[in-house]
């Protein structure tokens, strides 16, 4: 009878494992479907570029959902690899039981990000040359968790990289990986986008019809011809601008430091690569790392404390285990009040933890004893509690937490600050919306009949047609 209840135990912690990943894999699915959306719509926003920044920005934009759904893919993939092997490999009950412990997860942050530059003399001192410019920006993974940097203009008045956001990544192991990679683009010359127009007119003119077509044709040949600026809209087709992968790194936990420090890069251009740059060879930056059991409670209750010098039975407090000190307070309402605690004990890697039971004892009959050397002395705290139960439940919430503080080791000396990543702001120094929809929206003649400064509305039937068009083609934006 007591092995039915262990395989029924067994089978439903299986159902409930297996119930968790379809919910994880519905998550990632929703994730990766986003990315696919996002995809689409940037490779309709950058046919719509007209602009070198803003063909920048949606090649970047492109680029960053790509890395996105490859990396969800290959996660989705190695998810149901490690289902059918379970399901086929491993009997249920050995499953469970062959289960291991796991380390806590727990945030990581970077932020400071700065990553110098080597020009040389004649160039940054002297001034000579031609003065390029490169779009460059950083792609950072860790897991299936990607994220990117805002982009920057960078030319050889600068002598570093400087990267100002804060990126988090809120679901990280002990053993995490972080990938750095930077990209970068050679900021092309106003000319390149010159073909635009004729590319436009040849696409309207097959949209719209022979005789529209024509005259969408006639209008934008007499713009050019008069001098007046054209209207740039690439069409989906048009190629945008190429990013080049500079340099990358990779940082672990042994990279973590409450403070700015120095990584190697290992460079992936070179100086025929039209993308290339003169790096130094590092980054700059500030790697902070929380895992959860220092910042939120892993386990709380009553029990009695019992110190040298106190009567034996103690006094009753509730306790709050969090990070590496066990809160002692009178009740339980003033942890949640954020009242000072009466006292503390201390949990550290050199902690003793030691259990027991006073058979004489009537009441709080178990205990738990929790030893720390100061100045070489050791002193002791003995926990009291009323059942076995509470007595394993507080064994294995500081055995758990000795486990974290082995794996997170000097993330667990005290708690690193992270600060909240700002939202990011729009992208800066990018001309007004270019479009050849949105430009004949502004240029809509007041009245009906009314003078109309528009290239494409001097015929009404005309501009309502390509109105029509491009609406469509921007509704899904």
Not at 19 to 34: F, G, I, W, Y
Not at 302 to 328: D, I
Request: proline share 5%; aromatic share 6%; with cysteine.
């Amino acid at each position: 009878m007591q092995d039915r209840l262990h395989i029924l135990e067994d089978l439903n912690m299986l159902y409930i494992r297996q119930m968790a990943l379809s919910l994880e894999d519905t998550e990632l699915q929703r994730k990766l479907d986003h990315e696919i959306r996002m995809r689409e719509g940037a490779c309709k926003l950058l046919a719509a570029c007209s602009q070198r920044e803003q063909a920048l920005e949606a090649t970047k934009s492109l680029l960053v959902c790509n890395s996105r759904i490859l990396s969800y893919m290959g996660e989705l993939q190695r998810r149901k690899e490690a289902q059918v092997l379970g399901k086929t490999g491993r009997r249920p009950s050995d499953s469970v039981q062959s289960a291991e412990r796991s380390p806590c997860r727990g945030r990581v942050c970077i932020s400071d990000l700065r990553i110098p530059l080597m020009w040389k003399d004649t160039e940054y001192f002297k001034n000579k040359g031609d003065l390029h410019r490169w779009a460059v920006f950083l792609l950072l993974q860790l897991g299936e968790q990607i994220q990117d940097t805002e982009m920057a203009l960078v030319d050889r008045t600068l002598t570093d990289i400087s990267f100002q956001n804060n990126v988090l990544f809120a679901e990280a192991g002990p053993d995490f990986e972080l990938r750095l990679e930077l990209y970068g683009a050679c900021v092309e010359e106003e000319g390149a986008l010159a073909g635009a127009p004729k590319r436009l007119a040849t696409k309207l003119s097959s949209s719209l019809g022979r005789s529209s077509g024509k005259r969408v044709r006639a209008s934008l040949d007499s713009a050019g011809g008069s001098g007046n600026s054209p209207i740039l809209l690439p069409t989906p087709a048009v190629g945008g601008p190429r990013y080049h992968l500079l340099a990358h790194t990779t940082l672990t936990l042994a990279a973590v430091q409450d403070g700015f420090r120095t990584h190697d890069l290992t460079l992936a251009s070179h100086e025929e690569n039209p993308a290339w740059l003169p790096l130094y060879g590092s980054v700059c930056c500030r790697l902070a790392a929380q895992p959860l059991c220092m910042t939120q409670p892993t386990a709380s209750g009553a029990f009695r404390v019992q110190q040298a010098g106190e009567l034996q039975n103690g006094t009753l407090v509730h306790g709050v285990l969090k990070g590496t000190n066990l809160f002692c307070y009178w009740r339980s309402e003033d942890a949640d009040t954020g009242q000072e605690p009466l006292f503390t004990i201390v949990i550290n890697k050199e902690t003793k933890v030691r259990a027991g039971e006073l058979e004489q004892a009537p009441e709080w009959p178990f205990t738990l004893s929790i030893s720390n050397l100061y100045g070489g002395e050791e002193v002791t705290n003995t926990l009291r509690v009323e059942s076995r139960e509470a007595l394993q439940s507080w064994m294995e919430a500081l055995w758990q937490l000795f486990f974290d503080m082995s794996q997170w080791k000097h993330c667990c000396d005290e708690v690193m600050k992270i600060e909240t990543p700002a939202p990011r702001k729009p992208p800066q120094a990018l001309p007004k919306q270019g479009s050849l929809y949105h430009e004949m929206v502004l240029s809509e003649p007041v009245a009906s009949g009314g003078p109309c400064e528009g290239l494409l509305l001097q015929n009404n039937a005309i501009s309502a047609e390509i109105r029509a068009l491009l609406s469509s083609y921007y509704s899904d934006r």
